[in-house]
């Protein structure tokens, strides 16, 4: 049994924890101070050294008050708490491990960012701006990294300092310089927003809407204005660039418009080209007149055509070669009806010419006769020229009736037709110096 003086009592209600504890430990037992250490062993062992050390403080004290006894035997309890203090330092030695594993890690991580730090507070200044929110991130990564090794935790927050100081110097040069950055964009940047304002007023939409485009590559290679003034400032340019575009579309409608007219106007005679063709294509003959008559009207069709502008760029090839096609059938159908029509008429004058020459040898041979037949009835008297008159009249009559043959328009026939008259011409002058003889004769 243990007795506790009233000291003692007294102490344990009045002094701080820890050294109630001492007091306690005291006053125990050594069962009792393994059992506690049993318990320490339990619970974080890294928060309990001081309870443990003062165990073990207890527990050799009242071991050595015990060895005095001259038998000195070897004391189980004594093992046994040898073996959970064992186990204490094994747990303590694979604690520690597992943190300095940690610190090292924590180490790690803490250096890749003051190296990340470090590059960007030693970049260039235009970029700083981009690096702000990094800067930031890093900074709340930092916070959730455990600690680190002792020796190493004064020098990474000098460093962390340093870096961080040196990012937020360049933050407020960049901040200054880009306050003149926006100020020299906005001048330039109001400049375009006059430009396209103008623009609105040029006649000429494709020449404006060229321009335009120039404006806004410009406006794209000019950097940002202060924020405030962005959505004012690219509104004023747009709703100006939305003027212009507005015109050049209503410009192209137009054209689209017209290209659409030009198409049904082409196609209109188009068809009129395959009205005109169709007696062609179904073989139907045209005589010399209607081919004129036709020839005038593909003329006129012609004629129209090209007063017509473009059709759709999809369309206008094909409706061109169609109408080319058409023109083509009938110029090539006439020029096949004309050449065989030259090809008659080079037959029927040849045909004719045949004939005039057999006449005109039939006429010289008559000529002939009749000269001869005249020396002989000029010899025979009265008689004779009686005979020859009529013989004249009879071969007048018959120049007069052949010469109503040569109706043909060319240069031969038009010969022959003079020869015959002047034939004619002279046989009515015989027919008047016999008749003259005659009556002188009478």
Same mark, same amino acid.
């Given at each position: 049994?243990?007795?506790y ?25 050594r ?15 890294m ?58 890690a924590?180490?790690e ?6 190296e990340?730090?470090k ?15 990094r ?22 927050r ?29 001048e ?33 290679e ?12 690219w ?32 196609r209109?005679?188009?068809?009129q ?29 012609q ?6 502008g ?39 004058e ?24 005249a ?24 120049? *007069? ?8 328009k ?22 008047? *110096? ?6 002188t004769?009478?």
């Amino acid at each position: 049994m243990i007795f506790y003086s009233k000291t003692c009592i007294f102490a344990f209600f009045v002094v701080p924890l820890c050294a109630k504890l001492f007091l306690l430990t005291m006053a125990s037992t050594r069962e009792e101070l393994i059992e506690e250490l049993k318990k320490l062993l339990e619970q974080d062992v890294m928060a309990v050294k001081d309870q443990v050390d003062r165990i073990k403080t207890a527990f050799y004290a009242s071991l050595n008050e015990e060895q005095n006894d001259p038998e000195n035997q070897p004391d189980p309890l004594e093992e046994e708490f040898k073996k959970l203090l064992a186990q204490y330092k094994a747990k303590r030695a694979e604690i520690a491990a597992q943190v300095a594993k940690e610190q090292e890690a924590n180490l790690e991580r803490k250096q890749a960012i003051i190296e990340e730090m470090k590059n960007m507070a030693e970049g260039e200044t235009d970029g700083v701006m981009a690096n702000l929110q990094r800067m930031r991130e890093l900074q709340a990564e930092w916070k959730t990294i455990g600690p680190v090794p002792e020796t190493k935790t004064q020098e990474l927050r000098k460093a962390y300092q340093r870096y961080q100081e040196q990012f937020y110097d360049l933050v407020k040069i960049n901040i200054e310089l880009r306050d003149l950055d926006f100020k020299k964009n906005l001048e330039l940047k109001t400049l375009l927003c006059e430009a396209a304002e103008k623009l609105q007023n040029n006649e000429n939409v494709i020449e404006a809407n060229r321009a335009l485009q120039q404006l806004h590559e410009e406006w794209a290679e000019i950097g940002p204005v202060a924020r405030e003034l962005r959505e004012d400032l690219w509104n004023r340019f747009k709703e100006a660039s939305t003027v212009i575009n507005k015109k050049h579309q209503a410009y192209f409608d137009n054209i689209h418009a017209k290209e659409k007219e030009n198409l049904e106007a082409k196609r209109a005679l188009v068809d009129q080209m395959k009205a005109i063709n169709e007696p062609l294509v179904n073989g139907e003959p045209m005589t010399v007149k209607q081919w004129d008559e036709a020839t005038e009207k593909v003329q006129e069709l012609q004629k129209k055509w090209r007063t017509i502008g473009f059709a759709p760029k999809k369309f206008n090839q094909s409706v061109y070669d169609e109408y080319r096609a058409e023109c083509d059938r009938f110029f090539h159908t006439k020029m096949e009806f004309y050449h065989e029509l030259r090809e008659r008429r080079k037959e029927r004058e040849q045909k004719h010419k045949e004939y005039l020459e057999r006449v005109k040898a039939r006429e010289e041979r008559a000529k002939a006769q009749a000269e001869r037949a005249a020396k002989t009835i000029a010899n025979q008297g009265a008689d004779g020229l009686r005979k020859l008159r009529d013989r004249l009249k009879q071969e007048i009559k018959t120049a *007069e009736n052949n010469i109503l043959f040569f109706t043909a328009k060319s240069k031969t026939a038009n010969q022959l037709v003079d020869s015959m008259q002047r034939k004619i011409d002279d046989l009515k002058n015989q027919l008047k *110096e016999i008749e003259t003889k005659l009556n002188t004769e009478e």
